[in-house]
């Protein structure tokens, strides 16, 4: 009922077509609580959360997916998740495979020009027609006017997209708890480009001594032949372009336009991607190509082997289309290159494995079946669009590979890549509104309802204005002369029409669950909860002069880390502390009952008893938790993995029996072996640490000098008053005596006004009496400021000069708390 119509009509609202009469709750909108049927509200079939972060909200989603699978034994396949748009879609998609949960989306959100391994799969074919042709192909595209920098740009271009794809990614065996699983690290083309650019400084070195006689000529005899080769390629091509000018009389020479010319150039890292081209061309395997150089030089190194091979694809990718014309077929090209790079048997084997890298392997199979889908309905379309009929159906008339690159790299759109994947037996299905018409699932997440999201009220199709223009068409009244068209009205039936199809959407959406929905959103400084939910849900959503929609808590123990394996480490040692440090503070307690010898002592003692069991379940719980973790392969659930616990182990360890039963009697001896150990930090140091602890090492050890500046030159100050209060005064020390007599004096008056003697007075006057005497030591150290010439250091120091004494006294108040155990114990607020 809530969806006007655009057209205008006499006919009452609940009367029209397809149009329900009012029921309760329905138009106009009131809160359940003021009907008859109050109980609607408490069915459990709607859930409504508003947390304060999207973080927030993308952990409590995938935690209640989790906890109804695990703990209500829900099949993934009974969920759904329905979002805005497909950023979010894809963002929710991205943190649930992250958290093991499988996923399927409904529809592809990407383009095929856009997925990695269609890019190198087509590089590779562009590489290989242009191999086939070989010297003649370099001479051609000379001869329509580009350049070797043009041409080796081109070439660097494919071998980049193909470097980048997982078609040349490096495969390792990572072996873990559940065997041998194939890892993929993606192949660095900066590393081969590195050695080639090594190969073109040599080259001029070599160049420079070789009309010298160098002694060492005959050991740089492969880099001698490939400067050599080099030379010949340029002034064959020369020649030929030469040639070609006295033929036609036309010369096209480019570089005015791309800065580039075809002058004779030394060896360089563009000469060196020509060469390999040229060599793969000519089939020429010996010492002198660029490859097997780049092999003797780093026979090892991973990057260079998959550089190599992906030339090797290429000559075999060409020697086959050179022998075989049929491959010129856009759907025998793609097949034939498809199988030169060996990747499918390893992604299916990949695709098995339960973690990012199998997500990721089959999303990339799913990719190849959508473009093996593609290219035979394309190939099918256009034979049938052909005369079969005639004889001119030859060679020329089938679709070439080249043509069928360039449509797909047209594409723009989501929809233009089919909207077909391989099906997920069990997954979480992803979708958008327009994906879950028809559809049906049992629980299902609409997760992110903010304003400006959902709705979106921005304007569609505007460019050329076919929506204004079909408007005017079909909703303007014809009149015998003009056209009557108010553009204003025109304006605001758009508005209307996009706002009736995202409450159209909304609608539609909160349909698709059979058992439960869970609807959230934000509330942050940058996000607001839709209109829609104070629109439609007004009895979870409120936001009025009196009250807002609370936040919601998670009220049960440890949610969010009962549903993964590291979780419940956290929780588990969380138990083990929480419950070490009530036993301790119950059985101090009934000790202090105990010794009390009053009537309620024997409760006390009851009570304390049942907590120590409890904390001794618990702690049992706990270490059961971890020992069963650590089986199953968990390796941090094991405690020689945690920090700080090797040290103990090793205190334990070397004790001796002897030491043990002479513990009480050395406990004196113990501490001050303690003590002796000083750690020197700064609190500068320590802020920096504890900001970024690699930049605040690698800026404390090679940072190197620096110039003074105000700053430093009060932290120095302060840092030196400080030293001087503990290591020569000792007034960190609860029994050094310090003289409180100017400061009792002072606070005499205010102690005699209030009416209430706090506790903390004694700590109060202790520590301004310190802070007292490290002022009179920093004035007696602190230079006169006019020394400083710099007018702005001066003004900065001028500003400093006034946060000395608050910096003096939270110094003198943690020397003072600090040896109070109860002010850094674990409970302490």
Avoid at 744 to 762: F, G, K, L, R, T
Wanted: net charge negative; aromatic share 8%; glycine share 4%.
């Amino acid at each position: 009922l809530s969806l006007t119509s655009q057209y205008k009509t006499d006919v009452a609202l609940p009367n029209r077509p397809w149009k329900m009469p009012k029921f309760v709750g329905s138009l106009p909108i009131e809160p359940i609580e003021t009907l008859q049927n109050s109980h609607l509200n408490s069915d459990d079939t709607v859930f409504t959360a508003l947390y304060r972060s999207q973080r927030e909200e993308l952990d409590a989603v995938i935690w209640q997916m989790k906890q109804s699978h695990v703990n209500n034994k829900r099949k993934w396949s009974d969920m759904a998740l329905i979002a805005h748009d497909n950023s979010t879609v894809r963002l929710f998609g991205e943190q649930l495979r992250a958290s093991g949960v499988p996923v399927r989306y409904s529809s592809v959100t990407r383009p095929l020009k856009d997925e990695p391994f269609v890019q190198g799969l087509f590089a590779l074919i562009e590489l290989a027609q242009f191999a086939q042709h070989g010297f003649s192909g370099i001479v051609e595209q000379v001869k329509h006017g580009r350049s070797l920098q043009n041409l080796a740009s081109w070439v660097r271009l494919r071998v980049q997209n193909i470097m980048d794809s997982p078609l040349s990614a490096i495969t390792k065996s990572d072996s873990g708890f559940y065997g041998d699983l194939d890892v993929e690290i993606p192949a660095k083309l900066y590393s081969v480009d590195s050695l080639m650019r090594s190969l073109s400084s040599l080259s001029a070195v070599l160049i420079e001594q070789n009309g010298e006689k160098n002694k060492n000529f005959e050991s740089n005899a492969p880099l001698q032949n490939l400067v050599h080769n080099w030379d010949l390629l340029q002034n064959s091509l020369h020649d030929a372009q030469s040639k070609a000018y006295v033929e036609s009389q036309i010369l096209v020479d480019n570089s005015r336009i791309d800065g580039s010319s075809n002058d004779l150039m030394p060896l360089s890292l563009d000469a060196c991607y020509l060469l390999c081209v040229a060599d793969v061309a000519r089939s020429i395997d010996d010492d002198s190509t660029v490859l097997q150089i780049l092999q003797n030089m780093a026979p090892r190194n991973p990057h260079v082997a998959a550089f190599v091979k992906l030339w090797k694809n290429v000559q075999i990718l060409a020697s086959r289309m050179h022998n075989n014309p049929d491959l010129s077929n856009a759907q025998y090209a793609l097949g034939e290159a498809w199988n030169i790079c060996h990747v499918a048997e390893r992604w299916q084997r990949m695709s098995l494995q339960h973690n990012s890298e199998g997500y990721r392997a089959n999303d990339r199979l799913d990719a190849a079946m959508r473009l093996f889908d593609y290219v035979s309905s394309y190939v099918s379309s256009d034979i049938s669009s052909m005369n079969t009929f005639d004889d001119t159906f030859r060679q020329e008339n089938v679709v070439s590979i080249a043509d069928f690159i360039a449509q797909v790299r047209g594409m723009e759109i989501e929809a233009d890549s089919l909207a077909k994947v391989a099906p997920v037996p069990d997954a979480v299905t992803l979708t958008t509104p327009a994906g879950s018409v028809g559809k049906h699932w049992n629980l299902v997440w609409m997760p992110t309802l903010q304003q400006r999201v959902w709705p979106n009220l921005a304007s569609r199709s505007t460019m050329f204005g076919a929506e204004s223009l079909a408007n005017i068409i079909l909703h303007s009244k014809i009149s015998a002369s003009k056209l009557t068209v108010n553009a204003s009205l025109l304006s605001n039936n758009d508005k209307s029409a996009v706002f009736a199809s995202e409450q159209r959407s909304f609608l539609l959406a909160i349909t698709r669950a059979t058992e439960r929905l869970y609807i959230s959103a934000q509330y942050s400084d940058s996000a607001v909860p839709s209109d829609f939910l104070y629109y439609y849900l007004p009895e979870r959503y409120y936001n009025n002069e009196n009250s807002r929609t609370p936040f919601t808590e998670f009220t049960t123990p440890f949610a969010g880390l009962d549903m993964d394996a590291r979780g419940l480490v956290c929780a588990a040692r969380s138990q083990i502390l929480r419950a070490s440090s009530m036993k301790e503070e119950f059985g101090n307690s009934a000790c202090s009952a105990d010794n009390a010898g009053n009537a309620s002592s024997p409760d006390i003692a009851n009570s304390s008893n049942s907590e120590n069991s409890k904390s001794r379940n618990a702690i049992i719980d706990a270490a059961q938790t971890l020992q069963l973790l650590k089986e199953n392969g968990v390796f941090c659930a094991d405690p020689f993995e945690w920090d700080f616990m090797s040290d103990i182990d090793d205190y334990v360890d070397k004790k001796s029996s002897v030491e043990k039963d002479n513990e009480k009697n050395n406990e004196k001896a113990g501490s001050a072996k303690k003590a002796s150990s000083v750690v020197s930090l700064s609190p500068s140091a320590v802020d920096s640490l504890w900001a970024c602890p690699v930049c605040g090492l690698l800026n404390r050890q090679l940072l190197g000098p620096q110039p003074g500046s105000a700053a430093t030159y009060f932290g120095t100050l302060i840092h030196e008053t400080a030293r001087w209060a503990s290591e020569n005064q000792h007034y960190d020390m609860p029994e050094t005596e310090v003289d409180e007599t100017e400061t009792a004096n002072n606070s005499a008056e205010v102690a005699n006004n209030s009416a209430d003697y706090s506790p903390y007075s004694p700590l109060v006057r202790r520590s301004n009496a310190i802070a007292n005497l490290m002022e009179k030591y920093y004035l007696s150290i602190a230079p006169e400021l006019a020394d400083i010439r710099d007018s702005k250091e001066h003004y900065s120091a001028l500003a400093r000069e006034k946060n000395i004494k608050r910096a003096l006294h939270a110094i003198a108040q943690y020397f003072v708390t600090s040896y109070d155990q109860s002010t850094y114990a674990l409970n302490s607020k």
